[in-house]
């Protein structure tokens, strides 16, 4: 079973870049636009890596 990798952004199209390049490499790639999609999906499947704007994963800076 390929490792599954979660990526979080709000780009669509850079989200689905991601996903192909990933998806040929033999991950099984899903994908959320928003922390509360990305949560859900982390409570359902055993997600390896995560890929995310620091935002959308809780890390980012406040200006």
Known sequence: M???IL???RNTTEL????EILTREG?????A???ITAKRICQQIPIKFILGET???GC???H
């Open 60 to 62: 980012g800076t406040s």
């Open 33 to 35: 636009t928003d922390s």
């Open 16 to 19: 689905l870049k991601l996903r």
């Open 55 to 57: 935002d959308e994963i």
């Open 27 to 31: 991950y099984s790639v899903l994908t």
């Open 2 to 4: 390929p490792d599954h």
């Open 7 to 9: 990526i979080i952004d």
